[in-house]
C-alpha cells in the first residue's frame, strides 16, 4: 500500500514515516496543502493520512478539492481538533475516517488495515497478462501452473507494470509509484529490479512478457 502523510508536524510526519516503512508500506510526506494536492493528483496513493491544520490550505478544502478532482483513494483525517462538529465536516469533506491527536500508532495502523480491506473488496479480482497473474489478497504470483517467489519490493514492480498492462512506462514514472517521490539512488535501480523481476517471470519457452521500449521505458504486454 502507497501512503502519503500531509502533516506540518516534521518530527511526527518523519515518526509516522519510519514506523509505516518498517510495516513495509511505501510512504511520502508533504508539509502543505498545495504540494498535497501535486502529489496526489500524480501518482497512485492508497491512502492519504491528511492533516487538518496547514499553512497555505488547509486539509478539508485539500479533501474537498482532491473529490472534486477524481481522486478515489481513502483519507484518513489527522488532526488535533476532537469535537463532533469538526469530525463531521472532515466526513462531509470527502474523508473515510478520522483519528484525533494524540493517539497510539497501533490504532493508525488498525485504522490502515480496515482502509486496506476496503481496497482489496473494491477490486474486481486478480490481474492477468496472458498466463501471467497477480492476486492481491493472496499476495501470490503464478505463470500457467508455476508459482513466482517475489520479493516485496518485486511484487510492487510487478503490480505497477500489470495495473498498466500494454502503457509504456517510463522509468521516472516507474520510481514514482513504486519507490517514492524522494527516493534518491537513481532511475538504474528500475533496470536492475527489472532485470530481476524478468529473470522471475519468463523462464526458456515461456513467451515474452516484459518488453523493454528503448529510449522510453517497458511494458508488460502479451507477445504480438
Known amino acids: 500500500m502507497r501512503i502519503l502523510i500531509v502533516e506540518d508536524e516534521v518530527a511526527l510526519a518523519e515518526t509516522l514515516r519510519r514506523g509505516l516503512t518498517e510495516e513495509h508500506y511505501v510512504v511520502d510526506i508533504v508539509t502543505n496543502g498545495r504540494d498535497a494536492l501535486d502529489y496526489a493528483l500524480a501518482a497512485p496513493y492508497d491512502v492519504i493520512i491528511l492533516d487538518i491544520m496547514l499553512p497555505g490550505m488547509d486539509g478539508l478544502t485539500v479533501c474537498r478539492r482532491l473529490r472534486e478532482a477524481g481522486f478515489t483513494?481513502?483519507?484518513?483525517?489527522?488532526?488535533?481538533?476532537?469535537?463532533?462538529?469538526?469530525?463531521v465536516h472532515g466526513l462531509d469533506s470527502g474523508a473515510d475516517d478520522?483519528?484525533?491527536?494524540?493517539?497510539?500508532?497501533?490504532e493508525l495502523l488498525a485504522r490502515l488495515r480496515a482502509l486496506s480491506r476496503r481496497v482489496r473488496e473494491m477490486q474486481v479480482g486478480p490481474l492477468r497478462v496472458g498466463d501471467l497473474v497477480l492476486d492481491e489478497t493472496r499476495h501470490e504470483v503464478r505463470r500457467g501452473n508455476r508459482v513466482i517467489e517475489l520479493s516485496p519490493l518485486e511484487f510492487r514492480l510487478l503490480r505497477?507494470?500489470?495495473?498498466?498492462?500494454?502503457?509504456?512506462?517510463?522509468?521516472?514514472?516507474?520510481?514514482?509509484?513504486?519507490?517514492?517521490?524522494?527516493?534518491?539512488?537513481?532511475?538504474?535501480?528500475?533496470?536492475?529490479?527489472?532485470?530481476?523481476?524478468?529473470?522471475?517471470?519468463?523462464?526458456?519457452?515461456?513467451p515474452k512478457l516484459l518488453h523493454t521500449v528503448r529510449g522510453v521505458?517497458?511494458?508488460?504486454?502479451?507477445?504480438?
Not at 73 to 87: F, S
Not at 98 to 106: D, G, I, S, W
Open 98 to 106: 478520522y483519528l484525533t491527536k494524540p493517539f497510539a500508532f497501533k
Open 160 to 206: 505497477c507494470l500489470m495495473r498498466h498492462a500494454r502503457q509504456v512506462l517510463s522509468r521516472d514514472a516507474i520510481l514514482s509509484q513504486v519507490w517514492s517521490f524522494d527516493y534518491a539512488g537513481g532511475s538504474n535501480v528500475v533496470d536492475v529490479y527489472i532485470r530481476y523481476l524478468r529473470h522471475k517471470i519468463e523462464t526458456p519457452g515461456e
Open 73 to 87: 483513494g481513502h483519507i484518513l483525517m489527522l488532526t488535533a481538533l476532537g469535537d463532533v462538529d469538526d469530525r
Open 217 to 224: 521505458g517497458y511494458k508488460l504486454a502479451e507477445t504480438e
